[in-house]
């Protein structure tokens, strides 16, 4: 039997100062190499790497042994620490003025060759890496990701326990309320013909436990949406959910900043400024055309509606009698556009959005546009001053419904914004956007619906309009926007049983409707409910800004793949007739 021999010190710590001392590490072969009659292999541990030599007269009978070692083989070693000998240093290791001279060798287990190099500069296909993300996971890149989430949600929960927030858990197993985004749903076995839903947020709950006397409550929860995946979504992802009582908007927003600055303080020795800046949605779309604009560079939206609202040029005059914009975004330095670099522009847009696109280049010799023959002298020196161009400024104009607009030229603005290289990466740039719409009127189904949720507070002052003009009420909602990444979102609630009605009813639930699906929060409402509000943070996301990760998926250990697979365990599978039984389903 071997005595285990367990680790004094852990290989990524070793340094100069330790020269002389005697340790045993634990940790996997990284590397072996064989060497003028000497072993050499880099032990790994979660800490790091440092190199281990085996010599036929320290080693002795752990030489021989030394020499099966293979990559990702696990081992104990004991040995002394050494400076290296003079000239064999390396800069590159944390830990590369020292090695540990081996004195004894204790194979714990062998590993096959592994189908992933375990090294940062990995360029395995990903779907390899998430087949074998047990391995994956050892790279020094994503450990060190999943450490920076740990300390991002440990600061979080001190930050949050120390103003006042109790965490407190929600169930998983609820009922299907709608959202937004379709539930995940969990058939019961005990109620034939009856399910649960997994939650999309903790929303009805955490506001329960306001109206329970809770008062601040938080959760880092795991929430659940049944959507097609993009690049920064997955079908079970972590919010910091935050609600407390007797709060306005701008004591949330307060204390919110407040903690996001300490886990960049803690995390990467960042001071963000605060207050952080605050955009209404109105001025949001208006300036950058994005309800999550990156404003760590400029190109603003302009808006030319006055000056062409009567050109000879059609597309802009017709745009405009059908209550639509025209604006514009001022490229600088396109002096040297070529034609096929002007003829691309109108692909790019319709990329963007827009259905054509108008583009103005002031040369030497003047207005290069093929709009500009419908316009007259007068409008196109209004064109130049009101843009204030230059000479090689290219100005590209939209003219459409003001949301198709905004999205287009949102769209041209990153996309010049990347080409240019006016987004500074190493700065991090947060605003709050306020003020949104409360509902926006969906085509498809016929009825307003509710941009942020059902149970967000229209703003005072606009309430009298929720009947008259539902889509004029503006929430009293929130998102905080991180490089043009929303970062997350929220509102204050409404805390009354008529104006919770009132929503109701301008979302199209008839008051059955209303009773059957959330009766139990009219209810609550009437038994002294206090004011109240909250957010939820993305900490898939956040933490995804703060390691600078290439995909939410590497700062998630077992993520989802883009068709909502997990690649190692083969999730979702099939299952037995019986169990299918038992839950009274019948698969079609
Ligand atoms: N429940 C909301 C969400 O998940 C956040 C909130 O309003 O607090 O987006």
């Known amino acids: 039997m071997l005595t285990y021999q367990h680790r ?53 009978q752990a030489f021989g042994l030394a020499e099966s070692l293979r990559s990702e083989y696990v081992a104990a070693v004991a040995g002394r620490v050494r400076l290296r000998p003079e000239g064999t240093e390396n800069p590159e290791m944390d830990t590369g003025e020292v090695e540990v001279v081996a004195t004894s060798l204790t194979i714990l287990n062998e590993a096959k060759t592994p189908p992933i190099y375990i090294s940062d500069k990995t360029n395995v296909d990903e779907t390899v890496r998430l087949r074998y993300r047990y391995l994956d996971l050892r790279r020094p890149e994503m450990q060190k990701q999943l450490i920076v989430r740990h300390r991002a949600a440990r600061i979080i929960r001190g930050y949050l326990d120390r103003n006042g927030f109790l965490e407190i858990e929600t ?4 009922r299907s309320t709608p959202e937004g985004a379709r539930d995940f749903l969990v058939p019961s076995r005990i109620n034939p013909g009856r399910f649960y839903a997994l939650p999309q947020s903790p929303q009805l709950f955490k506001q329960l436990l306001m109206v ?7 959760q880092i929860v795991r929430c659940f949406r049944d959507e097609d995946l993009r690049a920064d979504r997955q079908p079970e992802f972590t919010q910091i959910d935050v609600e407390l009582s007797f709060s306005d908007r701008d004591l949330i927003l307060g204390l919110m900043e407040k903690m996001v600055a300490e886990v960049y303080k803690e995390i990467k020795g960042a001071e963000l400024a605060l207050p952080f800046p605050r955009l209404s949605y109105d001025e949001a779309m208006r300036r950058y055309g994005s309800d999550k604009p990156d404003i760590r560079f400029g190109l603003e939206l302009m808006d030319l509606t006055d000056l062409l609202r009567h050109s000879g040029f059609k597309v802009f005059a017709r745009a405009v009698e059908n209550g639509g914009a025209i604006k514009a975004i001022k490229i600088p330095g396109c002096g040297g556009y070529s034609r096929r670099e002007l003829d691309e522009l109108a692909p790019l847009a319709a990329a963007c ?48 419904k003001p949301a198709v607009v905004a999205a287009a030229l949102g769209g041209l603005r990153l996309e010049y914004g990347r080409r240019l290289n006016l987004i500074d990466e190493k700065q991090d740039a947060f605003l709050w956007v306020l003020d949104f ?14 941009v942020h949720h059902p149970f967000t507070s229209p703003r005072e002052e606009d309430l009298s309009m929720l009947e008259t003009e539902p889509g004029r009420v503006r929430a009293n909602a929130y998102d905080l926007v991180q490089n043009g990444v929303e970062l997350g979102g929220g509102s204050i ?21 209303a009773e059957e699906k959330f009766g139990f929060l009219l209810e609550a409402f009437e038994y002294g409910t206090p004011p109240h509000g909250g957010i939820a943070f993305g900490l898939d996301r956040m933490i995804m800004l703060l390691t600078g990760a290439g995909s939410i998926r590497d700062v998630i250990a077992f993520p989802k793949t883009a068709s909502a697979t997990c690649l190692m365990t083969g999730a979702p599978g099939n299952v037995s007739p019986g169990q299918l039984q038992e839950l009274h389903i019948a698969v079609k």
């Not at 710590?13 to 634990?26: P, Y």
């Not at 329970?212 to 938080?218: D, L, P, Q």
């Open 8 to 60: 004094t010190a852990g290989c990524g710590e070793l340094h100069a100062a330790d020269a002389g001392r005697e340790v045993i590490l634990n940790g996997w072969v990284a590397r072996r190499r064989d060497h003028g009659g000497l072993v050499f292999i880099d032990l790994r541990d979660r800490g790091g790497y440092v190199q281990v030599v085996f010599t036929p007269d320290q080693a002795g």
């Open 353 to 400: 959005g827009a259905g054509g696109l108008a583009y103005f280049l002031l040369t030497r010799e003047g207005i290069k546009s093929p709009v500009a023959k419908f316009l007259t002298e007068a409008e196109i020196g209004g064109l130049i001053s009101a843009a204030g161009m230059a000479e090689g400024d290219l100005l590209l104009a939209v003219a459409d």
């Open 171 to 174: 169930p998983m197993l609820t």
């Open 493 to 513: 609630r409404i805390h009354r049983r008529d104006i919770q009605e009132r929503m109701f009813k301008a979302l199209g639930f008839s008051q059955e409707e």
């Open 212 to 218: 329970a006397g809770m008062e601040r409550y938080y």
């Open 437 to 450: 719409p409360l509902l926006e009127y969906d085509e498809k189904e016929g009825r307003y619906v509710a």
